[in-house]
């Protein structure tokens, strides 16, 4: 099999973003803030030379995925069921991986349903396997616990400064044949839940990503939009631009670039029956016989 010339880039990035998912875990202790979890994890990604490919992500409960603390935000850890996603990118080469904390000790089995379909998954991929097979694993692993797999989140592939690429990689079997292929790098990411197994897009997004540059009018507006064209299309949140811009500069641009399409925002992804959910997550490489997981640390 050929390899990719930045091979170094991503298995590098996938180094980093493992190491700062297992350091943000450690965090994850009643009483802490959330919002100080996901500063100190950003801030030992960038002191390890990388830099985040996508806001940290904590999502409790029955939020599946795509909550990301405000600034002002003061919610504490206290006996939720917590996913921690956390992506790394070094040159745009990105490593994804997540996995889940049950801070309420009533969860146990809904989290290894999750990392046994995870690994399960990993077991089996190859070049040739096809899609729906590894869905149908997927599926099996998190079934065999009494819990549905959720059925409209799933993995995707990866690419230079594209965090969401084809193929989709399903939770479940689709029944599709296409066939992967060595050398293609893709996120499996199974999400367990004791609810319907279906989320729904919710409001107040606080993750935005930059889809297509446009001139614009309003002087505060051009200045934030300068600042998120930095991130090179990969999701930011509004967190960091208050960092730079007060409060009132960065919720007008977001708004009017959201108007005029210059960013998608990213809402919180809630289960249908408020089911609690779990998730784990690798970014791998397929070889021929099988695959190279790249969010693995030494
Ligand atoms: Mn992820
Ligand atoms: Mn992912």
Redesign the pocket.
Known sequence: MEYPDNIDDWREAGKLAAKALQFGLKQIKPGAMLVDVAESVEQKILSMGGDMAFPTQISCNSIAAHFCPEHDDNAVFEDQVVSL?V?VHVNGAIG?N?RTVDLSRKHAQLVKASEDALDNAIKIVKAGISIGEIGRAIQDSITAYGFSPINNLG??GLDIYN??CKPTIPNYDTGDSTTLTAGQII?I?PFATDGAGMIYESDRATIFAMVQKKPVRNMFTRQVMAEVDKYKGLPFTTRWLMKKFPAIKVNFALKEMLNLGIIKDYPPLPEKNKGIVSQA?H?IIITDDGCEILTISD
């Open positions: 996603d992506g994804d997540a993995g995707h965090i969401h996120a990411e997550e970014t």
